[in-house]
């Protein structure tokens, strides 16, 4: 918890709003969408979509694969515990929606399903976009399958697997990804082994979200190599995210944004 709030306060040190943006993209990106105080209706449906989350106390067995709860002693969790510890906050959940809103993306892959409160927000902010959302744990992706359906969200496709072997055998030509939400394996080898993994999808228009960039010095560090890779040009740190992006006629620039 310790090297968490000295990366916020460094963070806050350092975070701009939109007048710190000299880049267009970055600029119409932050005032557009970061900023945008628009009172979508889709944000009721995500509302919703948490509060039965909150309301189910069912208990459920899970398996993580990832580096593992700061929270949980026990693989028996209750699904409401889950959502109230694991799962994306409102606020980065309507950020989520209005960044696929805003890009619309066609073909979308989530790293890391849960419960499903960022697959919603990604699958809400474009209904005609496919999106793969990938879960290593059956049970988890049992219930988040039940409640995409409950809401009536039918643009996702809930696949069971591990990460690396999925990614391993993704045909680029197969998945046209322009947005890519990492929330899986925490760890930095994991992430960097994602990372390249999924390098042969880039396009010009790509972006991809990594959540938990500050969660623990692996995590930070896995995110600077990440800044440096030569096939990057623009990233920004939101704190809890970092945002990719690949386009070749931005110089190679980095963003601390306050959102």
């Known amino acids: 918890m310790l090297q968490i709030l000295k990366s916020y306060l460094n963070f806050l040190y350092h975070s701009k709003n939109e007048h710190g943006v000299h880049s267009p993209f970055v600029f119409n990106l932050v005032t557009k969408c970061f900023y945008d105080k628009q009172p979508y209706p889709e944000y009721a449906i995500l509302k919703n979509?948490?509060?039965?989350?909150?309301?189910?106390k069912n208990t459920i067995e899970v398996t993580d694969f990832g580096a593992g709860s700061r929270v949980f002693k026990s693989n028996k969790r209750a699904v409401n515990k889950i959502a109230q510890t694991a799962g994306i906050s409102s606020k980065r959940a309507e950020l989520l929606f209005?960044?696929?809103?805003?890009?619309?993306?066609?073909?979308?892959?989530?790293?890391g399903?849960?419960?499903?409160?960022?697959t919603s927000a990604l699958a809400?902010?474009?209904?005609?976009?496919?999106?793969?959302?990938?879960?290593?744990?059956?049970?988890?992706?049992?219930?988040?399958?039940?409640?995409?359906?409950?809401?009536?969200?039918?643009?996702?496709?809930?696949v069971n697997t591990e990460?690396?072997?999925?990614?391993?055998?993704?045909?680029?030509?197969?998945?046209?990804?322009q947005l890519i939400y990492f929330d899986g394996n925490h760890s930095k080898a994991a992430t960097l082994n994602y990372f390249?993994?999924?390098?042969?999808?880039?396009?010009?228009?790509t972006v991809w979200i990594f959540d938990d960039i500050h969660w623990s010095n692996d995590m930070e560090a896995a995110w600077e190599t990440i800044q440096n890779h030569p096939k990057v040009t623009v990233t920004i740190d939101t704190f809890q995210w970092g945002l990719v992006f690949f386009r070749t006629e931005q110089k190679k620039e980095h963003f601390v944004i306050r959102t």
Request: include cysteine; hydrophobic fraction near 30%; charge should be positive.
């Open 163 to 177: 990460f690396s072997s999925f990614l391993k055998n993704l045909q680029p030509t197969t998945y046209n990804l």
């Open 49 to 56: 979509y948490r509060k039965s989350l909150l309301q189910n």
């Open 196 to 205: 390249e993994l999924l390098l042969p999808t880039i396009t010009n228009e």
């Open 98 to 111: 209005r960044i696929t809103k805003y890009f619309q993306p066609k073909n979308i892959l989530e790293i």
């Open 113 to 118: 399903t849960s419960l499903g409160l960022a």
């Open 124 to 158: 809400l902010g474009n209904p005609d976009a496919k999106i793969t959302t990938l879960e290593g744990c059956k049970n988890t992706l049992n219930q988040c399958q039940s409640q995409l359906e409950k809401f009536n969200i039918n643009n996702v496709d809930c």
